[in-house]
């Protein structure tokens, strides 16, 4: 009765909070969609086949005080965290699940696809978890919809803030801790404390299962280290290669990723390799996400399903052969070209540069911004005078890591909010110092569409920054909206390719 109890204290400390399922219902009600009497919704027979609401059972009503109808004990909530990489773990997680025809809502930096919310699906957020009331939505929206799974990416500000602690989570699940990856916003020591208390104390009633993967620039050490976190089961993973080069035994992973023998692990058409579950069976993937790093991602979202009792190994190679992850490497081939939107450059690059040493790929071109200060309505914590002051150290490497990994580079604007973006790209060409030709145009959108024009059969052009993103601060209190998807599919329209 946990998540009953959890709902129940939450009701009573929000009084006057509105749900976003009956804000969801006032707008279908709006569109005559919905019969509304007084505090209460009805779903209509003709809401059947409506994308967010025809699951639901029709007689079902929802209003401020949902607690009668709440069924939650039964859903099984899956917890992922680390500093890269957790949103694609969540995101696949949550895709395989619909795919075999469970019922699952997703709070993501991705996007949030909960079917009995208002949130919009298929729109990235910065943050996905942000107080108490967006707990309560998402008890709510799972009960509702008789959610089976609830898939949450959890950050470190969710655990600072103590918004999860009492969340019974079936699985938690961790992709990696790097400890400069949050330095604009905390100490590195205090981050990586952060990470590992999701795993301390977790009550013996959860029955709750962590994992842990011997990944990223995790040592021997530290790996066993995480090991003693937690006295609930443990599933842990990680590669051969991994292993082998930290010298420690692969042969205690349970899901242990290997590069096919005759193969690359990546190639221009996405990654080749296989799973090794236990020592017995094997999952062979091949998929067309492209990242080096993803194939350990995936390795996790297989741990986290056999976890769950629910992973089918056929089920989930035909999967994996036709998913595309919105933002992340989000892979768009034309006219023998291969255009990639991301987010992180690294190390995202050092594995396209492997592509043309093998001759799969002609030039590497890379579209990249950076982001100013200043916009009015960021967080506190964007304003910070440690990010500030760490913006330029961040420019220098990144273009640094260009220089060593790219042929050219398109300098543009990424968010620059009250910064002069003319002055950001002037910066981030000085640490190119020349080693490779560059071009500098502030407008984003003409940036990725002169990458495009000026694109040679066998080219990969590498979108840098803002992933699915669709928020673009382009001063200190104006935006645009857009993603970086929806201009290069204009450019290819335009192009008749």
Same mark, same amino acid.
């Given at each position: 009765?946990?998540?009953?109890?959890?709902?129940?204290?939450l009701?009573?400390?929000?009084?006057?909070?509105?749900?976003?399922?009956?804000?969801?219902?006032k707008? =279908?009600?709006e569109?005559?969609q919905?019969?509304?009497?007084?505090?209460?919704?009805?779903? @209509?027979?003709s809401?059947?086949?409506n994308?967010?609401?025809?699951?639901?059972?029709?007689?079902?009503?929802v209003? @401020?005080?949902?607690?009668?109808?709440?069924?939650?004990e039964?859903i099984?909530?899956?917890?992922?965290?680390g500093?890269k990489? =957790?949103?694609?773990?969540a995101?696949?997680?949550?895709?395989?699940?619909?795919?075999?025809?469970?019922?699952s809502v997703?709070?993501?930096? +991705?996007?949030?696809?909960?079917?009995?919310?208002?949130k919009?699906?298929k729109?990235?957020?910065?943050?996905?978890i942000?107080?108490?009331?967006?707990?309560l939505? +998402?008890l709510?929206e799972?009960?509702?919809?008789?959610?089976?799974?609830?898939?949450?990416?959890?950050?470190?500000?969710a655990?600072?803030?103590?918004?999860?602690?009492? +969340? /019974?989570?079936?699985?938690?699940?961790?992709?990696?801790?790097?400890?400069?990856n949050?330095?604009e916003?905390?100490?590195?020591?205090?981050?990586?404390?952060?990470? =590992?208390?999701?795993?301390?104390?977790?009550?013996t009633?959860?029955?709750?299962?962590s994992?842990?993967?011997?990944?990223?620039?995790f040592?021997?050490?530290d790996?066993?280290?995480?090991?003693?976190?937690?006295?609930?089961?443990?599933?842990?993973?990680?590669?051969?290669?991994?292993?082998?080069?930290?010298n420690?035994?692969?042969t205690n992973?349970?899901?242990?990723?290997?590069?096919?023998?005759d193969?690359?692990?990546?190639?221009l058409?996405?990654?080749?390799?296989?799973i090794?579950i236990?020592?017995s069976?094997?999952?062979?993937?091949?998929?067309?996400?492209?990242?080096t790093?993803?194939?350990?991602? +995936?390795?996790?979202?297989a741990?986290?399903?056999d976890?769950?009792?629910?992973?089918k190994?056929v089920?989930?190679?035909?999967?994996?052969?036709?998913v595309?992850? /919105?933002g992340?490497?989000?892979?768009i081939?034309?006219?023998?070209?291969?255009?990639?939107?991301?987010?992180?450059l690294?190390?995202?690059?050092?594995?396209?540069?492997?592509?043309?040493?093998?001759?799969e790929?002609?030039?590497?071109?890379?579209?990249?911004?950076?982001?100013?200060?200043g916009?009015?309505?960021?967080d506190?914590?964007?304003?910070s005078?440690r990010?500030i002051?760490?913006?330029?150290?961040?420019?220098?490497?990144?273009?640094?890591?260009?220089?060593?990994n790219?042929d050219?580079?398109?300098?543009?604007?990424?968010?620059?909010?009250?910064?002069?973006?003319?002055?950001?790209?002037?910066?981030?060409?000085?640490?190119?110092?020349?080693?490779?030709?560059?071009?500098i145009?502030?407008?984003?959108?003409i940036?990725?569409?002169?990458?495009?024009?000026?694109?040679?059969?066998?080219d990969?052009?590498f979108?840098?920054?803002?992933?699915?993103?669709?928020?673009?601060?382009?001063?200190?209190?104006?935006?645009?909206?857009?993603?970086?998807?929806?201009?290069?599919?204009a450019?290819?329209?335009?192009?008749?390719?």
């Amino acid at each position: 009765m946990k998540l009953t109890k959890l709902y129940n204290e939450l009701t009573n400390k929000h009084t006057n909070r509105e749900s976003s399922i009956n804000k969801h219902y006032k707008e =279908k009600a709006e569109q005559g969609q919905i019969n509304t009497d007084h505090q209460n919704f009805r779903v @209509n027979e003709s809401l059947k086949s409506n994308r967010f609401l025809g699951e639901l059972n029709q007689n079902f009503e929802v209003s @401020n005080n949902t607690q009668s109808n709440m069924s939650l004990e039964n859903i099984k909530i899956i917890g992922v965290t680390g500093s890269k990489g =957790k949103s694609t773990v969540a995101y696949l997680t949550h895709k395989y699940l619909e795919h075999i025809g469970k019922k699952s809502v997703l709070y993501s930096s +991705i996007e949030i696809d909960s079917k009995a919310s208002n949130k919009a699906s298929k729109q990235a957020c910065e943050t996905s978890i942000t107080n108490e009331s967006i707990i309560l939505d +998402i008890l709510e929206e799972a009960s509702v919809y008789q959610a089976e799974y609830v898939v949450l990416e959890i950050n470190e500000s969710a655990i600072a803030q103590g918004l999860i602690k009492d +969340i /019974p989570f079936s699985i938690r699940a961790l992709t990696n801790i790097e400890k400069s990856n949050s330095e604009e916003f905390m100490d590195s020591k205090i981050y990586v404390e952060n990470k =590992k208390s999701f795993f301390r104390n977790i009550p013996t009633e959860d029955r709750c299962v962590s994992i842990f993967g011997l990944t990223g620039s995790f040592t021997r050490d530290d790996f066993n280290e995480l090991l003693s976190l937690s006295d609930n089961e443990i599933i842990t993973y990680g590669s051969k290669y991994i292993c082998e080069n930290r010298n420690a035994d692969y042969t205690n992973i349970d899901f242990l990723l290997k590069t096919n023998s005759d193969k690359k692990l990546e190639t221009l058409d996405g990654l080749r390799f296989s799973i090794k579950i236990r020592n017995s069976k094997e999952i062979h993937v091949e998929t067309g996400i492209m990242g080096t790093f993803n194939a350990l991602n +995936i390795t996790l979202v297989a741990a986290i399903l056999d976890a769950l009792g629910i992973l089918k190994t056929v089920e989930f190679s035909d999967f994996l052969q036709g998913v595309n992850i /919105p933002g992340r490497n989000e892979v768009i081939k034309t006219n023998n070209r291969t255009i990639v939107i991301g987010v992180s450059l690294a190390p995202t690059l050092e594995g396209f540069k492997k592509l043309k040493e093998f001759n799969e790929i002609d030039m590497l071109k890379v579209v990249i911004g950076s982001s100013g200060s200043g916009f009015k309505y960021w967080d506190d914590k964007f304003q910070s005078s440690r990010r500030i002051g760490l913006l330029a150290t961040h420019r220098e490497f990144a273009m640094n890591y260009v220089s060593n990994n790219a042929d050219y580079a398109y300098l543009t604007s990424s968010d620059p909010a009250a910064s002069n973006p003319t002055d950001i790209a002037n910066e981030m060409n000085s640490y190119v110092d020349n080693r490779i030709p560059t071009q500098i145009i502030v407008d984003r959108k003409i940036a990725i569409k002169q990458s495009i024009l000026d694109s040679n059969p066998g080219d990969l052009i590498f979108i840098a920054g803002r992933g699915n993103r669709q928020y673009y601060c382009k001063s200190g209190t104006d935006f645009d909206l857009f993603t970086d998807l929806e201009v290069v599919e204009a450019v290819i329209k335009d192009l008749g390719w």
